[in-house]
Protein backbone atom coordinates (compact mmCIF):
# COMPACT_ATOMS: atom_id res chain seq x y z
CA UNK A 1 0.00 0.00 0.00
CA UNK A 2 1.41 3.65 -0.93
CA UNK A 3 1.13 6.10 2.07
CA UNK A 4 2.68 9.46 2.11
CA UNK A 5 3.00 10.75 5.44
CA UNK A 6 3.58 14.10 6.58
CA UNK A 7 4.98 15.23 9.81
CA UNK A 8 6.48 18.50 11.37
CA UNK A 9 3.41 20.76 11.56
CA UNK A 10 2.64 22.64 14.46
CA UNK A 11 2.68 26.33 15.99
CA UNK A 12 4.55 28.89 15.10
CA UNK A 13 5.04 32.80 16.31
CA UNK A 14 5.00 34.91 13.11
CA UNK A 15 8.71 35.33 11.54
CA UNK A 16 9.34 31.79 13.04
CA UNK A 17 10.46 28.21 11.05
CA UNK A 18 8.48 25.56 10.74
CA UNK A 19 9.91 22.07 8.78
CA UNK A 20 7.74 19.79 7.06
CA UNK A 21 8.66 16.36 6.39
CA UNK A 22 6.95 13.87 4.04
CA UNK A 23 7.88 9.98 3.97
CA UNK A 24 6.67 7.51 1.12
CA UNK A 25 6.36 4.45 1.31
CA UNK A 26 5.18 1.52 -0.43
CA UNK A 27 7.22 2.16 -3.18
CA UNK A 28 9.74 4.65 -4.43
CA UNK A 29 9.19 8.10 -5.99
CA UNK A 30 12.33 8.65 -7.61
CA UNK A 31 10.95 8.69 -10.93
CA UNK A 32 8.38 11.02 -9.88
CA UNK A 33 8.33 14.84 -9.34
CA UNK A 34 6.99 16.10 -6.03
CA UNK A 35 5.04 18.44 -4.48
CA UNK A 36 3.47 20.17 -1.65
CA UNK A 37 -0.12 21.87 -1.50
CA UNK A 38 -1.91 23.57 1.03
CA UNK A 39 -5.85 24.46 2.31
CA UNK A 40 -6.69 26.86 4.57
CA UNK A 41 -10.19 26.25 6.25
CA UNK A 42 -12.64 27.07 3.99
CA UNK A 43 -10.77 27.41 1.13
CA UNK A 44 -9.94 25.35 -1.96
CA UNK A 45 -6.10 23.53 -2.19
CA UNK A 46 -3.62 25.72 -3.23
CA UNK A 47 -0.14 24.53 -5.10
CA UNK A 48 2.85 25.70 -3.04
CA UNK A 49 6.03 24.03 -4.12
CA UNK A 50 7.18 21.28 -6.63
CA UNK A 51 10.03 19.70 -7.19
CA UNK A 52 11.14 17.65 -10.34
CA UNK A 53 12.38 14.30 -9.92
CA UNK A 54 16.09 14.48 -9.36
CA UNK A 55 15.68 17.86 -7.92
CA UNK A 56 16.69 20.00 -10.98
CA UNK A 57 13.98 22.12 -10.68
CA UNK A 58 12.21 23.69 -8.23
CA UNK A 59 8.89 26.12 -8.66
CA UNK A 60 6.80 28.46 -6.04
CA UNK A 61 3.82 29.94 -5.41
CA UNK A 62 4.38 33.36 -5.56
CA UNK A 63 2.82 33.87 -1.77
CA UNK A 64 5.76 31.76 -0.32
CA UNK A 65 8.48 32.57 -2.37
CA UNK A 66 12.28 33.46 -1.05
CA UNK A 67 10.71 32.26 2.41
CA UNK A 68 10.14 27.99 1.89
CA UNK A 69 12.32 25.81 0.03
CA UNK A 70 11.22 22.56 -1.50
CA UNK A 71 14.28 19.55 -1.14
CA UNK A 72 14.02 15.81 -1.74
CA UNK A 73 15.97 12.93 -0.54
CA UNK A 74 15.40 10.18 -3.08
CA UNK A 75 17.49 7.90 -1.43
CA UNK A 76 14.97 8.02 1.51
CA UNK A 77 12.18 8.38 -0.55
CA UNK A 78 11.52 11.55 1.51
CA UNK A 79 10.57 15.39 0.50
CA UNK A 80 10.81 18.36 2.74
CA UNK A 81 9.75 21.60 2.84
CA UNK A 82 11.74 24.10 4.97
CA UNK A 83 9.30 27.07 5.94
CA UNK A 84 10.43 30.10 6.84
CA UNK A 85 9.46 34.10 8.08
CA UNK A 86 6.46 32.86 8.49
CA UNK A 87 2.89 34.22 8.40
CA UNK A 88 -0.31 34.26 9.99
CA UNK A 89 -1.89 33.55 6.32
CA UNK A 90 -0.03 30.10 6.10
CA UNK A 91 -2.11 29.05 8.87
CA UNK A 92 -3.15 25.62 6.52
CA UNK A 93 -3.17 21.72 6.23
CA UNK A 94 -0.47 21.45 4.35
CA UNK A 95 -0.15 18.17 2.39
CA UNK A 96 2.32 16.40 0.53
CA UNK A 97 1.64 15.00 -3.10
CA UNK A 98 3.23 12.55 -5.93
CA UNK A 99 3.15 13.97 -9.68
CA UNK A 100 2.08 11.22 -12.41
CA UNK A 101 4.85 12.74 -14.21
CA UNK A 102 8.76 13.19 -13.49
CA UNK A 103 9.07 17.31 -14.28
CA UNK A 104 7.42 19.38 -11.49
CA UNK A 105 4.31 20.58 -11.54
CA UNK A 106 1.74 23.08 -10.25
CA UNK A 107 -1.53 21.50 -11.19
CA UNK A 108 -3.44 19.08 -8.37
CA UNK A 109 -4.78 16.66 -11.20
CA UNK A 110 -1.46 16.07 -12.28
CA UNK A 111 -0.57 14.16 -8.50
CA UNK A 112 -1.84 10.77 -7.80
CA UNK A 113 -0.95 10.06 -4.20
CA UNK A 114 -2.07 12.37 -1.03
CA UNK A 115 -0.73 12.21 2.32
CA UNK A 116 -3.05 12.86 5.20
CA UNK A 117 -2.22 16.50 5.66
CA UNK A 118 -0.65 18.16 8.70
CA UNK A 119 -1.96 21.55 10.47
CA UNK A 120 0.64 24.67 10.58
CA UNK A 121 -0.95 27.12 12.79
CA UNK A 122 1.09 30.46 12.44
CA UNK A 123 0.01 33.13 15.33
CA UNK A 124 0.57 36.84 15.09
Known amino acids: QVQLVESGGGEAQAGGSLRLSCAAS????????MGWFRQALGKERKFIAT????????LYADSVKGRFTISRDNAKNTVSLQMNSLKPEDTAVYYC?????????????????WGQGTQVTVSS
Open 51 to 58: ISWNGGVT
Open 26 to 33: GRTFGNNA
Open 97 to 113: AACRYISSSTLPNDYTY
